[in-house]
């Protein structure tokens, strides 16, 4: 071998084992928690996560109780600003699908006389979202991109796509830091 073929090869090397570090620094992601809309059957959560392309392996657990999951009451889009004004309004986070918006209210929520009342008056029902823990990879504790986690950038763009779904209320990512 010359210098330059060498120098060339040590070179691809370093790189090589740059962009191996730089990956093992990344955000990793082990699961992804999805609360589903009121109603969601564990085979519709199944069929809805197979239009999507996760590139592992994964498993649901359907109806976790990894977290109590929140309350959501669906408002068409010409009621939300007439419901922001009222004093017995509440909500965490409000998100648009659609014609309609999904208020979701805090998983300690506990609705009171007033609210129940405010939602009568309105035609609006309360709801509880279903919780789905999906633990991507085969379960085992060796965190290996591509078979045991993915990369945040990758959950990421998964997320998006599964939030633009009618069933699906809110995605969230379980990281492990790199």
């Not at 060498?6 to 084992?17: H, P, R």
């Not at 990344?26 to 928690?33: H, I, M, P, W």
């Amino acid at each position: 071998m010359n210098k330059i073929s060498k120098a060339v090869v040590v070179f691809i090397v370093f790189l090589t084992l740059l962009i191996l570090m730089m990956q093992s620094q990344e955000v990793k992601v082990a699961g992804l928690l999805i609360q589903f809309e009121n109603e969601t059957t564990e085979p519709e959560a199944k069929a809805i996560l197979e239009n999507y392309n996760i590139p592992v392996n994964y498993t649901i657990n359907y109806n976790s109780n990894i977290s109590r999951g929140m309350y959501y009451i669906k408002v068409d889009e010409d009621k939300i600003n007439e419901l922001r004004k009222d004093e017995n309004w509440t909500s965490v986070v409000e998100l648009k699908k659609g014609n309609y918006n999904i208020t979701m209210l805090s998983e300690e929520f506990v609705p009171d006389e007033n609210f129940l009342t405010m939602l009568e008056k309105n035609n609006l029902h309360l709801k509880k979202a279903v919780v789905c823990y999906i633990q991507l990879g085969d379960g085992s504790t060796d965190w290996v991109v591509g078979e045991n986690c993915i990369l945040e950038r990758d959950a990421i763009r998964i997320e998006n796509e599964l939030e633009t779904n009618e069933k699906v209320l809110i995605v969230g990512l379980d990281d492990i830091e790199g």
